[in-house]
């Protein structure tokens, strides 16, 4: 599996990393916790993730209310030193660990927050964290100051911004030149064939500052596996069923014509369409890696197809340009 540099760290990453977001939950929302992967499933996820040459892994604290990082502990502290010593964890903090709980980056929940991550996981050192998303209630200044303590006092690698605008990340990169601190070395955002928004905005911003860039939901919810026919009902479990707000543009004939498309050309090579669009995500230049998220040991065969495609610029073109 190939490995890539995130922006300035010195911390290298697989070109594709196990998303955990839905051990024992489903991402952070408090309505799933306890739900989402079981344990025992999450356990062979890891397994084969890590056999599939996966040895990054991306968690957040409140995935699944600390079950998706104490999971990832257990299962780190069955294997031998090697692969201790071989796996890449990046987790993050923002969102609250249960209904009604405090969220925010502010210095003293970081503080508490990261004591907690390292607790869960058994590590000693958190080789990547993450903001998980923008603080409107907390200065830049307060966070980043936050997160420079932390790497220099080496309980941290290096530090990376989710869901952050352009203009948010912008200024954060500007404020840590300004002042000295350890900056935001790369960025999480989604982006995929039908959310590529941060092309003409996010993209710009890394490739000034040398930034890194992690892609999430490369599926677009499972709309890019062919999951969801035209006319039919979505699948019970299936995040139409569960969190379908930031999905429901989708539903619309110019995205189904756009599927069949997709559909029609991964046969021709003889893959999945899930396979395709993750190689498509892969052979774009600005992107660093893709955070894949299985729900079954299985659904990672369309990441074993992806690394067996290789794309033209003109292939990569006609594939996004299918899509409105």
């Known amino acids: 599996m190939e490995r ?5 760290s010195g911390i290298e990453v697989t070109r594709l990393i196990l998303g955990c977001g839905n051990f024992g939950g489903v991402g952070s929302s408090p309505a799933f916790f306890g739900q989402g992967i079981p344990k025992d499933e999450a356990f062979r996820i890891m397994d084969a993730a ?4 996966l040895t990054t892994f991306d968690t957040a604290d409140a995935y699944g209310g600390g079950r998706s990082e104490t999971w990832i502990g257990e299962w780190l502290s069955g294997k031998d030193a090697g692969v201790r010593e071989s796996l890449v964890v990046e987790t993050k903090t923002f969102n609250p660990m249960e209904e009604g ?3 925010g980056l502010s210095r003293t929940r970081i503080q508490r927050q990261v004591e907690s991550s390292l607790q869960r996981l058994g590590l000693e050192r958190l080789p990547l964290y993450l903001a998980h998303a923008f603080d409107p209630d907390v ?7 936050a997160f420079d303590e932390l790497v220099r006092a080496g309980k941290v690698g290096a530090v990376g911004a989710s869901n952050f605008t352009a203009e948010q990340l912008a200024e954060a990169v ?3 030149e300004l002042e000295g601190l350890a900056r935001y070395e790369w960025v999480q955002n989604s982006f995929s064939l039908l959310d590529d928004g941060d092309a003409e905005s996010v993209f710009p911003v890394c490739h000034e ?3 890194g860039y992690e892609a999430f939901g490369p599926l677009a919810g499972g709309w890019l596996s062919g999951k969801y026919g035209r006319g039919e009902e979505y699948p019970e479990g299936s995040r139409m069923t569960q969190r379908p707000d930031s999905y429901l543009r989708y539903a619309c004939d110019e995205v189904f014509d756009a599927l069949e498309g997709l559909e029609l050309r991964a046969r021709e090579r003889g893959v999945s369409m899930a396979g395709l669009a993750l190689a498509w995500l892969s052979s774009v230049p600005e992107i660093t890696a893709v955070v894949v998220g299985p729900t079954r040991a299985e659904h990672l065969e369309p990441v074993r197809e992806a690394l067996g495609v290789e794309l033209t610029q003109s292939e990569r073109d006609d594939l996004r340009g299918l899509f409105p």
């Open 4 to 8: 890539r540099q995130l922006g300035g």
């Open 139 to 145: 200065q830049q200044e307060e966070t980043l100051h």
């Open 174 to 176: 500007e404020i840590s």
């Open 101 to 103: 709980a405090d969220h």
């Open 50 to 53: 890590w056999d599939l040459g």
């Open 209 to 211: 500052h040398g930034l």
